[in-house]
C-alpha cells in the first residue's frame, strides 16, 4: 500500500525536526546557519548518540538562540513545539558549546571549514556561548 501510494518511509533524523523548530523559533537567516552548523557538529561526536534526533536540533537551536542573543530566549512557544524545556536541554547545549569552542582546532575540522565561508554566513565565527557552560541548573 506505502509503494502504490508512493510514501518514502526512513528514519527520522535531526534535520527533519531543525525545519520545524526553526519555524517554531521564527528564525533569521543567522540562527538557521548557526543552528545547522551546531547540528553538524553534533553529527560527527558519538556521546551525542544517546540523544534523539528531536532533542539535538531543540538543543542546536537553543544553543544557537543563546550564542546570538543571550541567554533566557527559549522562549514558550519554542516549548511547546518541541516538547523540550530550557532546562532539560541545558547538558546537552553545554557540550555544544565544547564541540563549537574546539570546531576550529580538533581533529575533524571540515565542518568549520565549510561554515566558514560567505556561502554559509560565516557561522563558525561567531563566539562560542562560554556562559551557558558556567551556569548554574535551574
Known amino acids: 500500500m506505502l509503494n502504490t501510494l508512493q510514501f518514502n518511509m526512513s528514519v527520522p533524523t ?3 525536526f531543525m ?3 526553526l519555524k517554531a523559533a521564527q528564525s533569521d537567516r543567522k540562527l538557521e546557519l548557526l543552528s545547522f552548523f551546531l547540528i553538524e557538529l553534533c553529527l560527527v561526536e558519538y556521546e551525542m548518540l544517546k540523544y534523539p534526533p528531536s532533542f539535538l536540533a531543540a538543543a ?3 544553543t544557537a538562540q543563546s550564542t546570538l542573543y543571550g541567554a533566557g530566549q527559549w522562549s514558550k512557544t519554542c ?3 518541541t516538547r523540550y524545556s530550557e532546562d532539560q536541554l541545558l547538558e546537552c547545549s553545554r ?4 564541540f563549537h569552542d574546539k570546531a576550529a582546532t580538533g581533529k575533524l575540522t571540515g565542518v568549520h571549514r565549510k561554515y566558514n565561508t560567505s556561502k554559509y554566513g560565516y557561522a563558525a565565527r561567531c563566539e562560542p556561548a562560554h556562559f551557558l557552560v558556567q551556569m548554574p541548573p535551574q
Open 19 to 21: 525545519r520545524r523548530f
Open 14 to 16: 535531526p534535520y527533519v
Open 95 to 98: 557540550l555544544i558549546v565544547g
Open 79 to 81: 516549548e511547546w513545539h
Open 60 to 62: 542546536a537551536i537553543c
